[in-house]
């Protein structure tokens, strides 16, 4: 049956004119309430299933169209399968799509429609690695950016690190000022405007590099020696927010999707350089995760220093540091497919009467 719900879509109405259908159709306003514990577990379990292979994660895939895209990010984990899809048109407010079926029926489960879903789930990935490969007890924090995607990458990390101050800054002073009011007011963070990148970043135990720059946001020698750093935003070749001997000066290099690093055109910064197959995925050390583990995965690999890619030698390695938790690590985030479907699931399921 078609329908089309209103400017504010009336649920009750709609879920009327299903005439029983036990699927739910939920807005941002339906979800704002999850907290940023309850959405890391979640993600976390996704992960967990993309390491078993029980999460099905392509590369995301787009239709060009005559002013920009529509992109489809399309996933399924052991009861659900389903997509994500937004576009890039010069549209005036935009909302993404994001739509779960039955895996054994068919039928469709859920169906969220807003911007929201998919920033909480790009965070709690963040969140995530952060449990991972994240400073341990009382740490400064420096973010470098103040949009939806900074905001959410706070949000999730508000639930896996002890945060004792976070340094903000970007290109606007009033956006930080109320970032910074925001994130006291709603998470509880000591949060402070910083005058500069390199204010924000000198001295921080972990990093979030959340813009949309062409260009390099920070030095690498800002960084203190051990520092946990998150990149949100361009990674490619001729756009990047950061510059490549971030990476190659690290102790540990993660990502949550290699399929989608590799799948980059312009290709990746990475990949470009032939570091992709020696980034760890984030389901890699969640199955090493126990110290015994860990010291033997740590074992196999004989590489224990950062990288070089001077001159024309053989695609350099990236180490993996006996304590994933010491030295320079760096999460690349370029957003795991699937885990909005096995997201929209789990909020489906906690939110149904």
């Known amino acids: 049956m078609f329908f089309a719900p209103q400017v504010g879509y009336d649920l009750t ?3 009327s004119r299903l005439k029983g259908s036990t699927m739910q159709l939920l807005t941002d306003q339906d979800i704002t309430a999850i907290s940023p514990a ?119 990390l508000s639930a896996t690190l002890n945060i004792t101050v976070a340094r ?30 390199k204010d924000a970043v000198t001295g921080a135990d972990a990093v979030v590099l959340a813009t949309n720059s062409a260009t390099a946001v920070i030095d690498s020698a800002w960084l203190k020696g051990d520092v946990m750093v998150t990149t949100m935003g361009p990674k490619q070749v001729g756009r990047a927010e950061f510059k490549l001997d971030l990476v190659t000066g690290a102790d540990l290099v993660v990502t949550d999707s290699l399929a989608q690093l590799r799948a980059y055109d312009p290709p990746s910064l990475v990949a470009d ?31 224990t220093g950062p990288v070089s890619i001077a001159g024309n030698a053989a695609a350099p390695t990236v180490a993996t540091p006996r304590n994933p938790r010491q030295g320079r690590r760096v999460y690349l985030s370029v957003g795991l497919a699937g885990t909005e479907v096995h997201l ?3 909020i489906a399921e906690h939110l149904r009467p």
């Open 38 to 156: 309850k959405t890391v577990g979640w993600i976390r379990e996704a992960v967990k299933l993309h390491g078993s292979g029980a999460l099905e994660s392509p590369a995301r895939v787009s239709a060009k169209l005559a002013q920009g895209k529509l992109t489809f990010t399309a996933g399924a984990d052991p009861r659900l399968f389903g997509f994500r899809s937004y576009d890039t048109l010069p549209t005036t407010a935009g909302e993404q799509v994001t739509v779960v079926h039955e895996r054994d029926t068919g039928r469709v489960a859920a169906i969220h429609i807003g911007n929201d879903l998919g920033a909480m789930r790009t965070g709690a990935l963040g969140g995530v690695a952060a449990s991972l490969i994240g400073p341990v007890g009382p740490c400064e924090l420096a973010m470098i950016g103040t949009g939806e995607q900074a905001w959410r990458q706070l949000w999730a």
């Open 273 to 303: 350089a032939g570091l992709a197959d020696h980034v760890k995925q984030l389901s890699d050390l969640l199955a090493v995760q126990s110290p015994a583990a860990a010291q033997t995965a740590a074992d196999r690999n004989s590489n």
């Open 13 to 15: 109405t709609t879920r």
């Open 344 to 346: 929209l699931g789990r």
């Open 168 to 197: 903000v800054f970007s290109r606007n002073p009033d956006a930080r000022r109320v970032f910074c009011e925001r994130a006291r007011t709603e998470l509880g963070i000591n949060a402070a405007p910083a005058e500069s990148a």
